[in-house]
T-cell receptor, first 109, second 114 residues
């Protein structure tokens, strides 16, 4: 089965700082998803990447899928307290999603 | 904006009892999913459902679990004889395509088995 490793497991940053979260797959990624989860709540879709080298941005969040399609990064610019939560990468496997363990982000005001 | 809803938000049950978790997917979606998240652990895929039958299921989805779409709007997960280790958040999701498309997640049902 596809294993997704996320790093770091947790991250504490000062408001205004940039940060990067990584997701590495043991297999080629055909659809890589980033979701955000607030504690005890559902998952909110952020972005989906399919093509090697693809990069997408939404507000201050940018996600990239590397050329070999085995790693993705999520970059947040000028972090805000509203960015706090758990960021999950997910791999599409014939329609069902397998998730990494998540990166818990804390943003200190 | 359309959203996936789940009821109840929290279910407490005794070990060995049957529970039914309910989901109302987004109305024009055709693919439905259940996931679970044990406290502090990763979100795990349970089952996907399309055209009134299971399309994929994980090793977690054993004989004590079943899914049903009893009418045109609801999608249910039944756990026949709950065990302590079934305590988790259960998330329903739906999408309008089987792959490479956004899955919309519900807010989850927290199941506590005593």
């Amino acid at each position: 089965s596809q294993e997704l490793e996320q790093s770091p497991q947790s991250l504490i940053v000062q408001e205004g700082k940039n940060l990067t979260i990584n997701c590495t797959s043991s297999k080629t990624l055909y659809g890589l998803y980033w979701y955000k989860q607030k504690y005890g709540e559902g998952l909110i879709f952020l972005m989906m990447l399919q093509k090697g080298g693809e990069e997408k941005s939404h507000e201050k969040i940018t996600a990239k899928l590397d050329e070999k399609k085995q790693q993705s990064s999520l970059h947040i610019t000028a972090s805000q307290p509203s960015h706090a939560g758990i960021y999950l990468c997910g791999a599409d496997r014939r329609g069902d999603m397998r998730f990494g363990a998540g990166t818990r982000l804390t943003v200190k005001p | 904006e359309p959203e996936v809803t789940q009821t109840p938000s929290h279910q407490v049950t005794q070990m060995g009892q049957e529970v039914i978790l309910r989901c109302v997917p987004i109305s024009n979606h055709l693919y439905f999913y259940w996931y679970r998240q044990i406290l502090g652990q990763k979100v795990e895929f349970l089952v996907s459902f399309y055209n009134n039958e299971i399309s994929e299921k994980s090793e977690i989805f054993d004989d004590q679990f079943s899914v049903e779409r009893p009418d045109g709007s609801n999608f249910t997960l039944k756990i026949r004889s709950t065990k302590l280790e079934d305590s988790a958040m259960y998330f329903c999701a739906s999408s309008d395509s089987s792959s490479y498309n956004e899955q919309f997640f519900g807010p989850g049902t927290r199941l506590t088995v005593l």
